[in-house]
């Protein structure tokens, strides 16, 4: 049997019958048997604007599902979706307020933010692009019927985000059951963050973001549901290790690899039986893994 569906089920025996529990992948009703679930990184970035709706418009257009972005906080307390925590290398904040170095996405209010492109850097097509607010974002993912990995980025910058974004997915209808159940993961480098998202919800798929040691595996199993860790960290033993521990919800403990950009590494890491695979190139790794 393949390593990850060995180590992600669970059997429980009741009066005699064996019951087999699948692991929180496919309880979030991954479109998998035996392979990876797909994650488009940022949405397809490599095809449009990390973290706009295009880019998750492309996703959707490509065929796949589930989608990562970055979450944080402006000056005003409006959550918006970029990955870094200054506006320069993805938005024009340069030329439209030139006066405003380091230009920290902390240091604008929401209306200052959405006057940027965010589109033009990538490509002329892209032009007029926006930072989308996360209200925004959540819209649009609900509206292409996508499922979603959500980074709580740089958290220690942000007091208050993780009930906040927790807040904001409950208005807009993502802490249901139908949605806990399948279509929502939230992961952050932070374990404070992550900690404090099972705390405050405890319904919710976690995820750690890096490679915690073997040894401290078991503390991040309090809280995290998932892993989730840079592919060159990446062993068989190491994923084993995470596999036999059970998440908050008692499930097996999953893994999600990031960020798997060729054809080669997708194939390493399906061998090691990773249950994601998160990625800018989503129909590379769907091509690696047929
Ligand atoms: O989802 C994993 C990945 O997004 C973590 O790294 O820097 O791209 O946010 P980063
Ligand atoms: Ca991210």
Do not use: C
């Not at 490509?62 to 005003?76: A, H, I, P, S, Y």
């Not at 959500?150 to 249901?176: A, V």
């Amino acid at each position: 049997m393949h390593a990850r569906v060995a180590a992600a089920t669970t059997v429980a025996l009741l009066g005699g019958t064996v019951l087999i529990l699948p692991g929180p992948h496919a309880r979030a009703g991954a479109v998998r048997s035996t392979d990876p679930v797909i994650v488009s990184h940022r949405g397809a970035s490599a095809y449009a604007p990390e973290n706009t709706l295009a880019a998750i418009d492309k996703a959707a257009a490509m065929g796949f599902l589930w989608v990562e972005n970055d979450v944080q906080r402006t000056k005003d307390g409006e959550l918006v979706v970029l990955h870094d925590a200054s506006l320069a290398r993805t938005t024009d904040v340069e030329q439209l307020y030139p006066q405003r170095a380091p230009w920290k996405v902390k240091d604008f209010t929401a209306a200052e933010i959405a006057r940027l492109d965010a589109g033009s850097w990538f490509g002329p097509r892209y032009a007029g692009a926006r930072v989308p607010t996360l209200k925004q974002y959540m819209s649009r993912v609900s509206h292409n019927h996508q499922k979603l990995v959500l980074e709580i980025k740089n958290p220690q910058l942000y007091p208050g985000i993780e009930q906040q974004t927790l807040k904001l997915l409950s208005n807009e209808g993502w802490l249901d059951p139908a949605h806990l159940k399948s279509r929502l993961i939230v992961q952050s480098f932070s374990a404070d963050s992550v900690r404090a998202v099972h705390d405050l919800r405890p319904g919710i798929t976690t995820a750690f973001l890096g490679t915690p040691p073997i040894a401290q595996l078991p503390q991040y199993a309090r809280f995290a549901d998932q892993i989730n860790s840079d592919h060159t960290s990446l062993s068989s033993d190491y994923v084993s290790a995470v596999h036999v521990l059970h998440g908050p919800h008692g499930r097996p403990m999953e893994v999600f690899a990031w960020t798997v950009n060729d054809a080669t590494t997708a194939r390493r890491v399906a061998g090691l039986g990773v249950a994601g695979i998160i990625t800018n190139v989503p129909d590379v790794v769907q091509g690696a893994l047929r």
